[in-house]
């Protein structure tokens, strides 16, 4: 089983339809759907890095929607947002997302926001914690 999920962490890491940019918007938001503070502290800088701006990775933070998205930022962020709001997405996000990432990219997307998902949730159940005076970025979610 181990080896499974490993074997699925690198694909999810390296070969995924997404660029970084895309991929560490993703697990931003998932690690704010999740409040889930270490894999914040170690995407976050990676995000940036990847060209999200901090400003808008700030406002995902935040719970707000970010004000400076790219355009394929957008769709992707819209997709994600949708399917965390209802368990599905409209006919008309999923067109705009394949049209921009093709079919590969939504199970692509799936894929990584279910194993990060899946290392989040058994990070909280541990309560896995920060390093020893890092203070959590992420409020917790109502």
């Known amino acids: 089983m181990a080896y499974t999920a490993e074997r699925f962490g690198e694909y999810v890491y390296y070969d995924t339809a997404f660029e970084k940019r895309i991929y ?3 697990v931003l938001l998932l690690a704010r759907q999740t409040t889930q503070q270490y894999e914040w502290r170690v995407h ?3 995000a940036i890095k990847a060209g999200i701006r901090p400003e808008d990775a700030d406002a995902i933070a935040a719970g707000r929607r970010p004000p400076h998205l790219a355009t394929d930022e957008t769709i992707a962020y819209d997709f994600i947002v949708e399917l965390y709001r209802r368990n599905a997405v409209t006919d008309a996000t999923y067109a705009k997302f394949t049209g ?3 079919e590969r990219g939504v199970v ?3 894929g990584l926001l279910g194993y990060y ?3 989040a949730l058994m990070m909280n ?3 896995t914690p920060l390093n020893p005076g890092t203070i959590p ?3 917790p979610r109502a």
Request: a negative charge; zero cysteines; aromatic letters at 10%.
């Open 108 to 110: 692509d997307l799936i």
């Open 24 to 26: 560490e918007l993703a």
């Open 137 to 139: 970025l992420l409020t």
């Open 125 to 127: 159940v541990n309560r």
């Open 100 to 102: 921009a990432f093709g």
């Open 44 to 46: 976050y800088p990676q």
């Open 117 to 119: 998902n899946t290392i």
